[in-house]
């Protein structure tokens, strides 16, 4: 029997135990997030996190920049966010503008500041088996879940399709410290359904709706779909859900699924950097 994994109730348990949290602090941490106008897709995560902040006590402010602000510009206001005692956490909400250097943004923020977990420094220490000040959101959000249905990682063969810094690759290494055998695929990989074929744990996230079809997994796989595409007006996740959830023993749905979680982890990492 297939078992949902149920991303949304966790996230409001997530949240309740942040709230109590946050009111035994003698200040609420702040979370600060910094986007550009033409963001649309952006500003709806946005208004999630903010929604998220109002449910657990934590402050949110929100600094919005025209589509063609200058480097300098948004640099600058890292740099004041950086030094304000009061904001405990920055997010760049991304993508942004193509004229600006994205790397380049996402390493002025502090890492002892880094809501998302992307800067290089707290990236490193994941690496390298050290306590960053953060992890990226989705891949801790992902084994937040693994953990909450109580699936034992040590062992498995898990199959990471996608490498991207932001969910790909931190969720490989998270796998491995808790002993799975990973294999990454990607865009370059031959011959994919003979890995999907073996393995026990699949995690996709490539953006490509329906990719991962039944005829790829085998009986009792544990699937976390990642992806969100719109197709005919309504959401899609990376995973032909009716055709893999019958052979699955776990599995993601879309929405409802990741998305809710990395917002839970995205409130988690700034309640923890404010301490």
Do not use: W
């Not at 035994?24 to 550009?36: E, F, G, H, N």
Request: neutral net charge; aromatic residues 4%; proline residues 5%.
């Amino acid at each position: 029997m297939t078992t949902i994994m149920d991303g949304k109730a966790l996230s409001e348990k997530i949240y309740e135990k942040i709230k109590s949290d946050v009111e035994k602090l003698d200040r609420k941490p702040t979370l600060a997030v910094i986007l550009t106008k033409d963001n649309e897709a952006g500003a709806v995560y946005v208004r999630n996190k903010q929604r998220a902040c109002e449910k657990t006590g934590i402050n949110s402010m929100t600094i919005e920049f025209e589509p063609n602000v200058t480097e300098n510009e948004m640099l600058s206001k890292i740099d004041e966010l950086n030094n304000a005692p009061e904001v405990d956490a920055i997010l760049v909400q991304l993508p942004v503008p193509n004229h600006l250097d994205t790397e380049k943004i996402l390493n002025r923020i502090s890492p002892d500041k880094d809501a998302d977990g992307f800067h290089y420094v707290n990236a490193g220490k994941m690496f390298t088996g050290q306590m960053p000040a953060s992890i990226a959101c989705t891949p801790k959000g992902i084994i937040r879940l693994l953990d909450e249905y109580k699936i034992k990682l040590e062992g498995l063969n898990a199959l990471v399709i996608g490498r991207s810094n932001i969910v790909g690759k931190p969720i490989a290494q998270l796998l491995l410290q808790r002993n799975a055998t990973v294999t990454m695929a990607h865009s370059k990989t031959k011959n994919l359904s003979e890995y999907t074929k073996m393995a026990d744990l699949i995690v996709v996230a490539i953006g490509k709706p329906k990719f991962l079809n039944g005829d790829m997994v085998k009986d009792g796989v544990v699937i976390i779909d990642v992806g969100i595409s719109r197709v005919d007006g309504k959401l899609s996740g990376d995973v032909d859900f009716d055709s893999v959830a019958p052979k699955a023993s776990f599995i993601t749905p879309v929405p409802k699924g990741v998305g809710p979680m990395t917002v839970a982890m995205l409130i988690q990492n700034t309640l923890e950097l404010s301490k």
